[in-house]
T-cell receptor, first 112, second 116 residues
C-alpha cells in the first residue's frame, strides 16, 4: 500500500462548481498534513496546512479524519485559475527528520 | 524576501555524463531537501542536508550525492547519468529554529534535467 494515495483524476468541472478531493495515508502516527498546488511544469506551492479541527481559507476547506486516515480538500465556486494538480502531503517525521511524503496528485480542470 | 532559487533552469546531458544542480535557500532557512519528480510520478525524496551534513537520503543509488555549504546553499551531483534520470529536480528549504510538526517546506522553481 502506498504511504499517501490520491485519485489522479482528472476532475473536469465547470466554473462555479464545487469539487472535493480525498487523500488517504497509511501511517496512523502522522502528525501534520498539507495541500500543495502544482501548476504545469512549475514547483509545488503550499496551499493549506490541515489542522486537526479542519480549516478554511476563502473558497478552500481542508478537513482531517484521523480515524479513517484521510484528508480532504473542498473547493467552492471553482475558477478557471484553479486548474492545477493538487498534491496531498503527509508529514511522517521521525526523530529530528522531517519526512514529507507526497501523493502523486489529483489533476483539476475547470472549464468555462 | 527572495524565495528559494535553483540553477540552471534547464540542463541537457548525455548518458554517462555528470550533472551538477544548485540551490540557494530562503534567508534563515538552514535545512535543504532535494526531490526528484519524474514525468507522471510523484515527488521522490532524494537527500536532506542540515548544518552542512547529509542527514538522510531516500532510496536512490550512491551516484546521487551532494553537499551543503557554510552559507546553507546546496549542490546535487548526479554521476554516470542514465536516461531515467530525466526529471524535474526540486530543492526545498525550511527554517530550523521554528521547525515543528506544522512547519512545512518551500520549493524552488526546479531544474529540468534531460538525459539523451
Amino acid at each position: 500500500r502506498k504511504e499517501v494515495e490520491q485519485d489522479p483524476g482528472p476532475f473536469n468541472v465547470p466554473e462555479g462548481a464545487t469539487v472535493a478531493f480525498n487523500c488517504t495515508y497509511s501511517n496512523s502516527a502522522s502528525q501534520s498534513f498539507f495541500w500543495y498546488r502544482q501548476d504545469c511544469r512549475k514547483e509545488p506551492k503550499l496551499l493549506m496546512s490541515v489542522y486537526s479541527s479542519g480549516n478554511e481559507d476563502g473558497r478552500f476547506t481542508a478537513q482531517l479524519n484521523r480515524a479513517s486516515q484521510y484528508i480532504s480538500l473542498l473547493i467552492r465556486d471553482s475558477k478557471l485559475s484553479d486548474s492545477a494538480t493538487y498534491l496531498c502531503v503527509v508529514n511522517m517525521s521521525g526523530t529530528g527528520f522531517q519526512k514529507l511524503v507526497f501523493g502523486t496528485g489529483t489533476r483539476l480542470l475547470v472549464s468555462p | 524576501e527572495a524565495g528559494v532559487t535553483q540553477s540552471p533552469t534547464h540542463l541537457i546531458k548525455t548518458r554517462g555524463q555528470q550533472a551538477t544542480l544548485r540551490c540557494s535557500p530562503i534567508s534563515g532557512h538552514t535545512s535543504v531537501y532535494w526531490y526528484q519528480q519524474a514525468l507522471g510520478l510523484g515527488l521522490q525524496f532524494l537527500l536532506w542536508y542540515d548544518e552542512g551534513e547529509e542527514r538522510n537520503r531516500g532510496n536512490f543509488p550512491p551516484r546521487f550525492s551532494g553537499r551543503q555549504f557554510p552559507n546553507y546553499s546546496s549542490e546535487l551531483n548526479v554521476n554516470a547519468l542514465e536516461l531515467e534520470d530525466s526529471a524535474l529536480y526540486l530543492c526545498a528549504t525550511r527554517p530550523e529554529e521554528l521547525a515543528g510538526i506544522r512547519e512545512t517546506q518551500y520549493f524552488g522553481p526546479g531544474t529540468r534535467l534531460l538525459v539523451l
